[in-house]
């Protein structure tokens, strides 16, 4: 069930786009379902983008043993620091 606030704001906004209350609903509701082939678009955009296909390479770490990533980021991303001996 939609909010009083929420079905006051899009019965504005139907009203607006000179559509029904029933038809804003619907348009909201299909923008929101998964289309046909879309998944894939994402996918090819993902593998264009730099960012991503250096995350792509970078050795899977499981959840287990990445419970410090805010900590130790640097290490996952660049390696292990050399251990430094004791002065």
């Known amino acids: 069930m939609l ?13 607006t786009l000179g559509i ?18 879309r998944g894939m678009d994402r996918l090819k955009r993902r593998r264009k983008d730099p960012l991503f296909r250096l995350l792509d390479r970078l050795p899977a770490v499981s959840s287990a043993t990445a419970a410090d990533v805010a900590t130790r980021h640097d ?8 251990q430094r001996p004791d002065r």
Do not use: H, W
């Open 75 to 82: 290490d996952y991303l660049y390696g292990e620091k050399p």
């Open 3 to 15: 909010s009083d606030e929420a079905k006051r704001k899009a019965m504005a906004q139907a009203r």
């Open 20 to 37: 029904s209350f029933a038809d804003f609903v619907r348009q909201a509701i299909a923008e929101k379902l998964p289309q046909p082939g």
